[in-house]
């Protein structure tokens, strides 16, 4: 009787599901505005073909819903928006985001910090992406209407740190927008298969094994999470 074994590797992706993040509040403006009986606007936004930069350019695009809302709060000085306002009016934003992000295969992955500087991504996965932005407060000489943010964006167009502006008008003046406190979780669980194999009487008989290994990253306004770049960030590898 012979026997062998061959062993062969057989990498399958899945995405994971599992993904948990903190949403932070946003900061209080330090002064006080009359409040009105305003309600917040919201508008929807799916954004296609988003390119992810991390340590060292860009490692994913993302696919992902953007809920956008913007709260009042009151009137404001004129002199908050500019010297020649007739109208000025406090708000606040926030975003939160919700979907999937593929990765380029080869690229630097997204934590380039530490013992990962120099880290290539491996393979072309897909994995679940969340995260969430605060504005402080802002001024503008309109009010926002939720029509004129667009339904989809495509590519890099738009870029989040200014996401609030798209709610006024062109002829408005926006002053102050500034994204004090945000996070970005990412997280792929990768499946691997092992197929062994032993050979008797000239018949093959085999069994599958399998194993996971989820990677996470995340990157967010803290200081020890450093842009992403820190220790305990974390890495995407492929």
């Known amino acids: 009787m012979l026997k062998t074994i061959v062993t062969r590797w057989l990498p399958v992706f899945a995405a994971s599901a599992a993904l948990s993040f903190a949403v932070a509040g946003a900061a209080s403006a330090s002064t006080s ?38 709260t009042p709060d009151g009137t404001a000085p004129l002199a908050d928006c500019s010297p020649t306002a007739t109208t000025c009016y406090a708000y606040t934003a926030s975003l939160k985001d919700d979907g999937t992000f593929t990765t380029i295969n080869g690229a630097f992955t997204p934590n380039q910090g530490g013992a990962d500087v120099g880290d290539l991504i491996t393979a072309k996965v897909t994995g679940r992406m969340s995260g969430y932005g605060d504005f402080t407060t802002f001024y503008a000489t309109t009010k926002p209407a939720a029509h004129l943010v667009p339904q989809h964006v495509s590519g890099s167009n738009d870029p989040s740190y200014l996401w609030p502006d798209l709610f006024f008008p062109s002829t408005a003046t926006v002053t102050g927008v500034n994204e004090a406190t945000w996070g970005y979780n990412y ?18 008989h085999c069994t599958s094994h399998r194993s996971y290994q989820t990677q996470r990253w995340a990157d967010n306004y803290t200081v020890s999470n450093a842009d992403g770049q820190g220790a305990t960030a974390g890495n995407i590898t492929g």
Do not use: E
Not at 187 to 204: A, E, G
């Open 33 to 70: 505005f009359p409040h009105p009986h305003s309600q917040d606007v919201t508008a929807t936004t799916h954004l296609t073909d988003r390119p992810d930069s991390g340590g060292n350019g860009n490692w994913a695009t993302d696919d992902f819903t953007r809920h956008a809302t913007i």
């Open 187 to 204: 997280s792929v669980t990768i499946k691997t298969v092992t197929r062994s194999c032993t050979v008797v009487r000239h018949r093959h």
